[in-house]
């Protein structure tokens, strides 16, 4: 009988090979945007205590409230989650190793992400993303230069058409005005919200104000803004006018939207998001925004600081959907017959890559005309021919297959050489 096959779990996703080139193309893109800034790479565990979420998100939010996965840790039945995001174990690492101690710290991070939500396209269960923080930076010309480095980074992948949403939803005081406001406003209108709402209005009223249920668009236009809130010289308004001029400075486009509050509670005045509209419902590619507060909430020290992440699978169909396909072709695929020709075939390879060219050696057997099939599928620019002739007189055959060149044959030593000077000449 057969065996049942077993399938990868709902809304976690394999990324096979011809897909994976894209994610490698973002993220050495990424990497390299990060290090010209400034940001170095840090890395923190998947599984955190459960607290450290309930905390640092905020217990009345979607991701705590509906979509952690978290287990008992079965030899002390501690509750540990895998983590939803990656703030809240950046700034719990950096409280741990005193890393803002002497100075701020520019950081980044990358890895999957785990909520229990509803998968569709842009939507999954395990994602992925690309995490930048600064820590220790009050003022706002760190919040403007992360959103300029996402511009930039855009740039260099040619996407076009991202807009940015930008929003300051002001400081504690603020917000706890804004909140009463929010709280008065919709206790008026109760009878006109949905259920979801009504439990909102008594948790995180701040949250109604993000419902995409269509019955309760007119209320929320004519809601209270935070905006209207803030005092004509109060730190939060110049911290805003700060970010906007550095931005228009740099000649980036945006658009303040009064309704952007994101989805987790750490946020104070700026929250950000880069959005597109190919991708439907899952249009947000990053996010981020300014979290002075979670330092201390987390028991550390008040430390200010910004960040943003972002979704790399969302990228990545941005990257498809605009016919982007990155290559992952060797340079050269060895073909070899006989058993006297392998080692000549191996170590011409090593010459090859040792030189910084991309060489696949055959493997398994097979005839010439069969490795010269698997040669051309793989997509090889030459096929280099190892039997026993070119044993005999130790050089190797060199057959082109998607450059411009005569066939040759050339002694072990010239070979990298010569198949160089024909990739440079095809760039
Ligand atoms: P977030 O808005 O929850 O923020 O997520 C950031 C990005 O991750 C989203 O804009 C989206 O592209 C992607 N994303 C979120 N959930 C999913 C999902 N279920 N499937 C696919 N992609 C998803 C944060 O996580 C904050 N930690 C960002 C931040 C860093 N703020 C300050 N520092």
Redesign the pocket.
């Known amino acids: 009988m057969d065996a049942p096959t077993i399938q990868a779990v709902r809304g976690m996703n394999d990324v096979l090979p011809d897909e994976a080139v894209l994610w490698e193309h973002l993220e050495h893109a990424a990497r390299k945007i990060f290090a010209q800034y400034g940001y170095r790479n840090l890395r923190v565990p998947i599984v955190e205590a459960t607290g450290l979420f309930v905390r640092g998100i905020g217990d009345a939010t979607d ?1 705590v409230e509906h979509e952690m996965y978290s287990f008992e840790d079965r030899l002390n039945g501690e509750s540990l989650t895998l983590r939803p ?3 809240a174990g950046i700034v719990r690492a950096a409280i741990e190793h005193h890393l803002t101690y002497e100075r701020p710290q520019r950081v980044w991070t990358a890895g999957p ?1 785990f ?1 229990h ?1 509803r998968p569709q396209r ?4 395990q ?1 992925h ?1 690309l ?3 600064a820590l220790g930076f009050e003022g706002p010309d760190v919040d403007a230069e992360q959103i300029v480095m996402l511009s930039r980074l855009w740039e260099k992948l040619g996407l076009a058409g991202m807009s940015l949403h930008i929003n300051t939803i002001g400081d504690p005081d603020e917000r706890l005005a804004h909140r009463r406001a929010l709280v008065a406003y919709f206790g008026e209108h109760a009878g006109a919200l949905d259920e979801d709402s009504r439990r909102r209005l008594a948790t995180n009223p701040l949250r109604i104000l993000d419902s995409k249920n269509p019955s309760m668009q007119s209320i929320i236009a004519g809601a209270p803004k935070l905006v209207d809130q803030l005092g004509a010289d109060s730190a939060s308004r110049t911290h805003f006018e700060g970010v906007k001029a550095i931005l228009s400075e740099a000649g980036i486009a945006f658009e303040v939207n009064a309704r952007l509050v ?3 509670d750490y ?1 104070n005045r700026t929250v950000f ?1 880069w959005v597109t509209d190919r991708l439907g419902a ?1 249009g ?6 300014r ?1 002075d507060g979670l330092f201390e909430q987390l028991g550390g020290k008040a430390t200010a600081a ?6 790399v ?2 990228m990545v169909l941005l990257l498809k959907d605009g016919g982007r396909t990155a290559e992952s072709v060797p340079d050269a695929y060895v073909v070899h017959v006989g058993e006297a020709a392998a080692p000549l075939a191996r170590t011409t390879a090593e010459r090859l890559r040792d030189a910084g060219l991309t060489v696949t050696v055959n493997a398994g057997g097979g005839s010439i005309k069969a490795q010269m099939r698997r040669a051309d599928a793989s997509g090889a620019r030459w096929a280099l021919i190892v039997g026993e002739d070119e044993v005999r007189s130790n050089r190797v055959a060199l057959k082109p297959l998607r450059v411009a060149a005569e066939q040759v044959s050339l002694p072990p030593e010239t070979v990298a050489k010569h198949i160089g000077a024909t990739l440079e000449r095809a760039e």
Do not use: H, N, P, S
């Open positions: 991701i995001e990656a703030t992400m909520r939500e842009g939507r999954y269960r994602f993303q995490d930048v923080e994101r989805g987790l946020y998001e899952q947000t590619v990053a996010g981020g925004g979290y910004c960040g943003f992440a972002i979704g699978e969302r």
